[in-house]
């Protein structure tokens, strides 16, 4: 294990040379030619409607309505799956799960993770002159090579997977609530299915645990230090940043907040909705400090929200899946109903992208991928085909379309992982099969396969309530055009390079600071 050794401290020695330079560079971010810094942050299980520009309701993200404000906002941004990991290997690829090989998360004891043929945004402005950082949620692999520091990412500080993936001292808020982590010989109690008691969350910076289990009440303190660090310093370097954030909010456990904090009976999943617009609030007004007019900052969200977890869950507004809905299950994550899919997004530039400006443009997390490469100017890369689209054009206020098409892919409710069985064409949304996600009450839609798909429009129906009436004129004009793009994409990825994770489970790869001890503790914990 020398090689790995050396390997670490090379990767460690690297980046401390992009962090503390000998020379300061005196770099401006306002001269002409260039490259732009990139700042892409990534909520959580955060629904369409928790974010209040979108949703009157809500009233928990004023540093988020003021970068709305102040930059463009997309109502009709969507994640490229309804689940954490393919949707994070399509935001670093621009490529869909059927093509990159993530069609479902990745565990605890995963051996694989983002196939290695494929190339990530980190690795390609890493070769065009970036510092490359990421700071929290990776689930993409963390065993081997498929950990961030060997995959693009000159610096690493986070949690591997999700942070309901291991067992705490600070369980916070869960629907069931988990256990803490066992201490000295005492078994856990009250173990419910989906927690780990036998594992505590680590905490990785670069290849090294620094602290397992985490601390959950102070982890989003954390997550702003490093992340305003790595922008403020990588500013001096001379050199171009990215800078990729994978958010702990607003999925579970929520941490946990003292009931002194914060106004008279906040219930906890607005108080984390608090917590995460603070931090990114941190991170703002760091960007506009060190980088303002040279900083393009991205925010959005993975999937929505986590039905299940009842009131630790979020809002997906007026996208409520009604035909689902009545049937049984939810219609929010894992789903490819509107709440499992349509996420908050915003565009942030001064100069460069409109003010208070909102699109209806049809857009999609992949498009993250392409589009930051153009604004870079980094090629593609060779060799593959990609479903994102750059929309730089439309960031600017220069067009007022992105897609035509979108295909969401199964994630988990119903159908095969990964496969494409629901349609967006233009205002229209096609289902080959629908399913309900496990909702608060406990139940679960039936999967259903539909031979004609039901067809809704969206324009006129952002409930998903009626499916247009298959006799019907409408219905007959849409259906082969549907029928015509799916089996368009399906030819197109026939004819790809396409990979394949691998999903293989080994016990020998969970991540663990001491083996000697209960839970893996460090013994600084």
């Given at each position: 294990m020398a090689w790995l050794s050396l390997k670490v401290w090379l990767v460690g020695l690297s980046f401390l040379g992009?962090?503390?330079?000998?020379?300061?560079?005196?770099?401006?971010?306002?001269?002409?030619?260039?490259?732009?810094?990139?700042?892409?942050?990534?909520?959580?299980?955060?629904?369409?409607?928790?974010?209040?520009?979108?949703?009157?309701?809500?009233?928990?993200?004023?540093?988020?309505?003021?970068?709305?404000?102040?930059?463009?906002?997309?109502v009709d941004f969507h994640a490229a799956a309804s689940t954490c990991s393919p949707s994070r290997a399509a935001?670093?690829?621009?490529?869909?799960?059927?093509?990159?090989?993530?069609?479902?998360?990745?565990?605890?004891?995963?051996?694989?993770g983002l196939?290695?043929?494929?190339?990530?945004?980190?690795?390609?402005?890493?070769?065009?002159?970036y510092i490359t950082g990421m700071i929290g949620k990776w689930h993409l692999g963390h065993h081997g090579s498929h950990h961030p520091n060997f995959r693009g990412f000159d610096y690493y500080f986070g949690v591997p997977y999700s942070h309901d993936m291991g067992c705490t001292d600070t369980p916070g808020y869960n629907h069931p609530p988990c256990p803490a982590c066992p201490r000295g010989d005492r078994p856990s109690r009250n173990l419910e299915r989906d927690c780990y008691s036998d594992l505590a969350l680590p905490l990785y910076e670069n290849l090294n645990i620094v602290e397992?289990?985490?601390?959950?009440?102070?982890?989003?303190q954390k997550y702003a230090e490093k992340a305003t660090q790595f922008i403020q310093q990588a500013s001096t370097s001379g050199r171009p940043f990215l800078l990729y954030v994978g958010l702990a909010h607003m999925h579970v456990p929520l941490a946990g907040t003292p009931p002194s904090a914060g106004p008279r009976g906040r219930r906890?999943?607005?108080a984390g909705l608090r917590e995460m617009d603070h931090l990114v609030g941190r991170i703002k007004d760091t960007v506009d400090l060190v980088g303002k007019n040279n900083t393009f900052l991205w925010f959005t969200g993975d999937n929505g929200p986590w039905a299940q977890k009842c009131e630790l869950a979020g809002s997906v507004g007026p996208f409520t899946g009604s035909w689902q809905a009545r049937r049984g299950g939810s219609p929010a994550k894992q789903t490819t109903w509107e709440g499992g899919h349509r996420v908050p997004a915003l565009a942030y530039w001064p100069g460069?992208?409109?003010?208070?400006?909102?699109?209806?443009a049809l857009l999609s997390v992949l498009d993250i991928f392409p589009t930051v490469l153009a604004l870079a100017g980094a090629p593609l890369p060779q060799g593959r085909r990609f479903d994102g689209l750059d929309v730089s054009q439309v960031l600017f206020g220069w067009a007022q379309t992105g897609h035509r098409v979108l295909f969401h892919p199964n994630s988990g409710a119903a159908g095969e992982d990964g496969a494409l069985q629901t349609v967006r064409l233009e205002q229209y949304k096609a289902f080959y099969v629908t399913g309900g996600a496990r909702a608060c009450d406990g139940s679960v839609g039936p999967e259903r396969h539909h031979e004609r798909p039901l067809i809704f429009d969206l324009e006129a129906d952002l409930a998903e309530a009626a499916p247009l009436d298959r006799g019907g004129a409408e219905y007959r004009a849409v259906l082969p055009r549907v029928a015509a793009a799916l089996a368009g994409?399906?030819?197109?990825?026939?004819?790809?390079?396409?990979?394949?994770?691998?999903?293989?489970?080994?016990?020998?790869?969970?991540?663990?600071?001491?083996?000697?001890?209960?839970?893996?503790?460090c013994r600084a914990a």
């Amino acid at each position: 294990m020398a090689w790995l050794s050396l390997k670490v401290w090379l990767v460690g020695l690297s980046f401390l040379g992009c962090l503390y330079p000998l020379v300061d560079f005196s770099f401006n971010g306002e001269t002409r030619g260039q490259k732009p810094n990139f700042v892409i942050i990534l909520a959580d299980d955060m629904g369409w409607g928790d974010l209040g520009a979108n949703w009157a309701g809500t009233k928990d993200t004023a540093n988020l309505d003021r970068m709305a404000a102040e930059g463009t906002r997309f109502v009709d941004f969507h994640a490229a799956a309804s689940t954490c990991s393919p949707s994070r290997a399509a935001l670093l690829t621009g490529r869909l799960g059927l093509r990159n090989g993530v069609t479902h998360n990745f565990a605890v004891m995963s051996v694989g993770g983002l196939p290695l043929n494929e190339t990530t945004l980190a690795e390609v402005l890493r070769g065009a002159g970036y510092i490359t950082g990421m700071i929290g949620k990776w689930h993409l692999g963390h065993h081997g090579s498929h950990h961030p520091n060997f995959r693009g990412f000159d610096y690493y500080f986070g949690v591997p997977y999700s942070h309901d993936m291991g067992c705490t001292d600070t369980p916070g808020y869960n629907h069931p609530p988990c256990p803490a982590c066992p201490r000295g010989d005492r078994p856990s109690r009250n173990l419910e299915r989906d927690c780990y008691s036998d594992l505590a969350l680590p905490l990785y910076e670069n290849l090294n645990i620094v602290e397992q289990p985490v601390n959950l009440s102070a982890l989003a303190q954390k997550y702003a230090e490093k992340a305003t660090q790595f922008i403020q310093q990588a500013s001096t370097s001379g050199r171009p940043f990215l800078l990729y954030v994978g958010l702990a909010h607003m999925h579970v456990p929520l941490a946990g907040t003292p009931p002194s904090a914060g106004p008279r009976g906040r219930r906890p999943y607005s108080a984390g909705l608090r917590e995460m617009d603070h931090l990114v609030g941190r991170i703002k007004d760091t960007v506009d400090l060190v980088g303002k007019n040279n900083t393009f900052l991205w925010f959005t969200g993975d999937n929505g929200p986590w039905a299940q977890k009842c009131e630790l869950a979020g809002s997906v507004g007026p996208f409520t899946g009604s035909w689902q809905a009545r049937r049984g299950g939810s219609p929010a994550k894992q789903t490819t109903w509107e709440g499992g899919h349509r996420v908050p997004a915003l565009a942030y530039w001064p100069g460069r992208v409109p003010v208070n400006v909102t699109s209806a443009a049809l857009l999609s997390v992949l498009d993250i991928f392409p589009t930051v490469l153009a604004l870079a100017g980094a090629p593609l890369p060779q060799g593959r085909r990609f479903d994102g689209l750059d929309v730089s054009q439309v960031l600017f206020g220069w067009a007022q379309t992105g897609h035509r098409v979108l295909f969401h892919p199964n994630s988990g409710a119903a159908g095969e992982d990964g496969a494409l069985q629901t349609v967006r064409l233009e205002q229209y949304k096609a289902f080959y099969v629908t399913g309900g996600a496990r909702a608060c009450d406990g139940s679960v839609g039936p999967e259903r396969h539909h031979e004609r798909p039901l067809i809704f429009d969206l324009e006129a129906d952002l409930a998903e309530a009626a499916p247009l009436d298959r006799g019907g004129a409408e219905y007959r004009a849409v259906l082969p055009r549907v029928a015509a793009a799916l089996a368009g994409v399906l030819a197109d990825i026939a004819r790809d390079r396409v990979s394949r994770a691998d999903y293989s489970q080994d016990p020998s790869v969970r991540p663990c600071c001491d083996p000697r001890r209960p839970a893996c503790r460090c013994r600084a914990a």
